[in-house]
């Protein structure tokens, strides 16, 4: 072989570690002296390219894989596990097919942070190609946000509403144009998250059983095509995987921004489109291929496991690449991150037609200048991956090195142990409802909703905003109903990582739930701080146990996930935890859903679940500016008869709304079922103190946020609601009525519903006008 | 032999395979055919639909770029003949930049005279919106089988969808009753736009009626599951055959299948 070598055999480690830094390397000297003593040789320029990406933390899971196994992955809603690029769930059977709904979840924090439009736009990209290379159609995206302050008159502020307003502009920018509806997310304002946003996004495809194309090389795929599909090659987006996996420097931010990729959302509404024509062609021919996005570390990260996956190898030619300028270097060809672009491993009987799909019948080279689908390699029986650049060999490397499990043990720090919650607020009037609901993590998100295309493909059937999950009904002519929706509280987080964790599973079965949906899979995006220090490891470890704890005790499979590390401020200080949970719930029949607006005067109004005194982590704590420790508690058996009560009754046609308890609390809950989303409602609800509130305080009865149902039962059917809750032995507390007056009576307060919407309506139209 | 409706699509267009099936369910035989389709192919069909999306990214200006696209000669060709031309969101903005519509003075414009622009909130929005029939059904081909002031449900889903043009321009549409829908509430009373158009114009025709731009989306609001707002949604609560059943802008699309029977 006759390659540029990175010296390390005979190399210092002072001298190591300044070649790693001249090159840009996030890999340490340790990695490198394990990477030449595993090939017993110096490794190469473009060699040591191509391990800085597979070895990044983002690829290789290296800190997080052994937690992750303790994640339930398993059960009868399991089609495919978290093996691949998605997951996917059994929605059901239709017109003679068993469909499946695939899943992804990642995170595009760093690059939203530093170039928020591009980031963000690039984050949706990146998860739709996931989904899309399972041989599914893309049918939906949701974007958990996490950004700072926005509320303070200083320059912090200031920047984090220029983050929140361009991150939303760019997934906006860029879900809109390809096509796909936004379904759900959610959005929190924390000081935690000044310096380091998180910029989650979700993507939902559906595909038959019979139809998966996995992300590796068929069996017996020697000599077989790989294909490149999709923009020309670039500089941009060199050194993606190892940027994601570093802390955000203030100094080298400028550095860092050629690391961000740049999207086209208009070349990939074109790719998915001539995609979808090739998927159609390969199921009539009963061709069996693979396909994979191109991500981290590029077309070598993408082709290396593509074929390591099926046992081969790979001889990759560079100059077979399409190129958007020339003299690019052969390690940026091979590891950068130019986005919009997927690899297939064809039988190269059909790889003609393939590419006349892409190239002819959608005319990607004039979409695009210089995109297109062009073959750039093959795959071998030698599990070696070999890469060739104008004429010299500039890789070769065996793949148990390149593509194996990697692992890095990490420090376990100490967490410290929550202090007693004495002297606590315990009485407290109503009245404080409107500034509760003008609250930055309460109040209405229709501003940011609105800028989404949330109806593009004409199968929503519950927007976002109009319930506590967005429904799309997939399949034309179908019943069946997928309900999506996303969770996970930083005020929770900062407190305990654990039970935030445990509180976001539990939230998102409840919000599928509540529209009367069957909670069939999870995914997580794990958004936590550096791994290489022990505290923050340590809330990793805490969290992971949680969810797993959690996911058990509610029956509920994680499919797939994704984590972030090295989320911090510029002082060092984690992000708060967030373990941001998923859940994707299948509806039977989509007739029998329910939304959380109250429907009709004269139903009676019921409370499923208890209420607690606790307060930490509430609304209402900040609002009153008061310290408390105690979190709301979680019994998973309670929850889980809560939540089977709850759909049966919704299935069963006697509840008419129903909405769940959380960020505000109880009269919060209350207050939004009034609402019409973009309208103060007609109907209204009169309350009457239950027995609960003089026990626990009125402070936890109001504005705890322990989670729970709030529920408009249909008059006629209140006996048998009651029932219902009586065989699963759940406490039920009747609230009071709903009304034909706008207005909400609490005793003796009351409110109009109007001036309750325009508190809760207003406060993000200023940063979202 | 039964007329066929082609869905032109552009590259960046996105609505196409909604609104394919909503000219199904109407009884239409309708084609999604690209870009690169043959030009006397394309000529061959009774009627064009142009869906929605971003069709050349929106480069210029919305619409801009296809209006030029090669696709559009057969269009013209058709428009001139009285074939039936609908454009959905993207689709009416190309309509109206390649000067089908308004199309005063009976042909079409070499530049355009009306264009939807940018919303008056400088920002994408995506709301469920009611339009009502602004004009005598006759005034237009497309609506001409609709009753008279029909209020239809449909999406608004645009970052440029505000009518605006020179007031001499908007003068002569009031005057020649080329806005055929405006924005209105669920009862048909007037409101104010939601994106701030011209006239509160939702939809706009050409002096010979058989182009209509429209803005929001009929196609995304045709069957009933998709009106999660509406009381009939409610009231259809347990009955599955109901809640998939054709409902409020399918009457646009049957409006539309009885103007191409009719020829």
């Given amino acids: ?769 | 032999m039964t007329p066929r409706v082609a869905v032109l699509t552009f590259p960046g267009s996105n609505s196409e395979v909604e609104t394919v099936r909503a000219c199904q369910a109407a009884g239409m035989t309708t084609d999604l055919v690209h870009w690169t389709a043959d030009l006397d192919h394309v000529r061959s069909y009774a009627a064009y639909v142009l869906p929605g999306g971003f069709a050349y990214e929106d480069r210029v200006r919305a619409g801009a770029i296809a209006a030029h696209d090669r696709l559009m000669q057969a269009v013209r060709e058709g428009a001139d003949v009285g074939k039936l031309v609908l454009g959905i969101c993207n689709g009416a903005q190309i309509l109206l930049e390649a000067g089908l519509a308004p199309g005063f003075g009976g042909t079409y414009e070499a530049r355009p005279t009306a264009s939807f622009t940018h919303n008056a909130q400088r920002a994408f929005l995506c709301r469920a919106v009611h339009v009502q029939l602004a004009v005598e059904p006759r005034r237009c081909a497309l609506t001409a089988a609709l009753p008279r002031s029909i209020v239809l449900p449909m999406w608004a889903s645009h970052g440029e969808g505000r009518l605006a043009a020179h007031p001499d321009v908007l003068a002569q549409l009031e005057a020649k009753n080329h806005v055929v829908f405006r924005y209105s509430d669920e009862r048909g009373n007037p409101i104010e736009a939601p994106n701030g158009s011209a006239l509160a114009a939702a939809a706009i025709t050409n002096e010979a009626g058989n182009v209509l731009a429209i803005m929001p989306h009929p196609e995304r609001s045709n069957v009933l599951f998709q009106q999660v707002w509406s009381p009939q949604r409610r009231a259809a609560w347990g009955n599955r055959e109901q809640i998939l059943s054709p409902a409020g802008g399918h009457a646009f699309f049957t409006a539309f299948a009885a103007a191409l029977k009719q020829g």
Avoid at chain 1, 488 to 516: S, T, W
């Fill in chain 1, 1 to 769: 072989m006759n390659l540029d070598a990175f010296p390390v055999l005979a190399a210092s480690d002072e001298e190591i570690s300044a070649l790693a830094k001249h090159h840009g390397l996030a890999l340490s000297v340790e990695d490198l002296r394990e990477i030449a003593g595993k090939l017993g040789r110096d490794p190469g320029i473009v060699e040591v390219h191509a391990f800085d990406a597979q070895w990044s933390e983002h690829c290789s899971y290296k800190s997080s894989r052994p937690l992750l196994r303790q994640l339930p992955t398993e059960g009868l809603t399991v089609m495919l596990g978290p093996a691949e690029d998605a997951g996917i769930l059994r929605l059901g059977e239709w017109d003679g097919s068993t469909w499946g709904i695939v899943i992804a979840h990642e995170s595009h924090n760093h690059p939203s942070q530093l170039v928020p439009f591009e980031g963000a736009a690039t984050g949706i990209g990146g998860i739709v190609r996931d989904v899309l290379c399972m041989g599914a159609t893309v049918i939906g995206v949701a974007d958990p946000l996490r950004f700072g302050r926005i509320d303070r008159a200083d320059p912090k502020s200031e920047h984090a509403k220029y983050v929140a307003k361009n991150v939303v502009r760019g997934i906006g920018a860029y879900g809109n144009a390809i096509g796909v509806p936004n379904i759900a997310g959610d959005v929190y304002f924390h000081e935690g998250f000044d310096d380091n946003c998180l910029v989650n996004v979700v993507a939902l495809g559906l595909l038959r059983d019979s139809d998966i194309i996995h992300s590796v090389a068929p069996p017996k795929s020697v000599g077989w095509d790989i294909v490149l599909v999709g923009k020309a090659t670039d500089r941009s987006g060199f050194g993606g995987a190892a940027f994601s996996s570093v802390v955000l420097d203030a100094d080298q931010s400028e550095a860092q921004r050629s690391a961000v990729q740049v999207p086209d959302p208009f070349l990939k509404n074109v790719i998915m489109r001539a995609s979808y024509r090739v998927f159609e062609m390969l199921r009539k021919e009963r061709i069996t291929a693979g396909f994979k996005d191109l991500g981290a570390g590029g077309i070598m990260g993408c082709t290396a496991e593509l074929v390591s996956g099926g046992g081969f190898g790979a001889e990759i030619d560079l100059d077979r690449v399409l190129l958007a300028q020339d003299g690019l270097p052969p390690a940026v060809i091979a590891v950068g991150e130019t986005q919009e672009r997927l690899a297939w491993v064809l039988p190269r009987s059909i790889t003609p037609r393939v590419l006349a799909i892409y190239n002819e019948e959608f005319s990607l080279p004039l979409v695009a200048q210089g995109a297109g689908a062009a073959v750039i390699g093959r795959v071998t029986e030698a599990r070696e991956y070999v890469l060739r650049h104008q004429g010299r060999e500039v890789m070769r490397t065996p793949l148990q090195v390149l593509c194996g499990e990697l692992r890095r043990q990490r420090n376990l720090g100490w967490i410290s142990h929550t202090a007693e919650d004495n002297d606590l607020p315990h009485w407290v009037e109503a009245t404080l409802l409107p500034e509760i609901l003008a609250h930055r993590d309460v109040c209405s998100r229709r501003p940011i909703i609105e800028r989404y295309d949330s109806v593009v493909r004409g199968t929503t059937a519950i927007p976002a905003g109009y319930a506590d999950a967005g429904v799309i009904c997939p399949i034309p002519g179908a019943p069946l109903g997928v309900a999506l929706s996303v969770d996970g509280n930083p005020r929770y987080g900062k407190i305990d990582a654990k039970r935030a964790a445990e509180l976001a599973v539990c939230e998102a079965h409840r919000n599928v739930v509540a529209v009367g949906a069957r909670p069939i899979g999870l995914t997580d995006c794990l958004n936590f701080g550096n791994p290489e220090r022990g505290d923050h490891y340590a809330q990793l470890v805490a969290a992971v146990d949680g969810l797993a704890e959690t996911a058990r005790g509610l029956g509920t499979p994680f499919v797939s996930g994704n984590v972030s590390l090295y989320n911090e401020s510029t002082t060092g200080e984690a992000v708060p935890a967030s373990s941001i949970v998923a859940c994707v719930g299948s509806i039977e029949d989509v007739s029998r859903t329910v939304t959380s607006r109250f429907t009709t005067a004269g139903s009676a109004i019921y409370l499923v679940g208890e209420r607690q005194p606790n307060l930490a982590g509430s609304v209402f704590a900040e609002v009153r500016a008061f310290q408390a420790f105690a979190l709301p508690t979680v019994s998973y058996p309670q929850v889980k008869r809560e939540l089977e009560m709850v759909l049966s009754a919704i299935t069963s046609g006697t509840v008419l709304a129903a909405h769940d308890i959380s960020d505000g609390g109880l009269l919060v809950t209350l207050a939004e079922m009034t609402f019409a989303f973009a309208a103060p409602g007609t109907i209204g609800a009169r309350i009457e103190l239950a027995d609960l509130a003089k026990t626990i305080g009125t402070a936890g009865f109001f504005f705890g946020e322990a989670g729970g149902f709030v529920l408009e039962v249909d008059p006629k059917r209140e006996s048998d609601f009651v029932s219902l809750a009586g065989e699963f032995a759940l406490p039920l507390t009747r609230l009071g009525t709903t009304i034909a007056q706008p207005i909400m009576q609490i005793d003796e307060t009351i409110f109009s519903i109007a001036e309750l919407f325009d508190a809760w309506d207003q406060p993000l139209q200023e940063v979202y006008p």
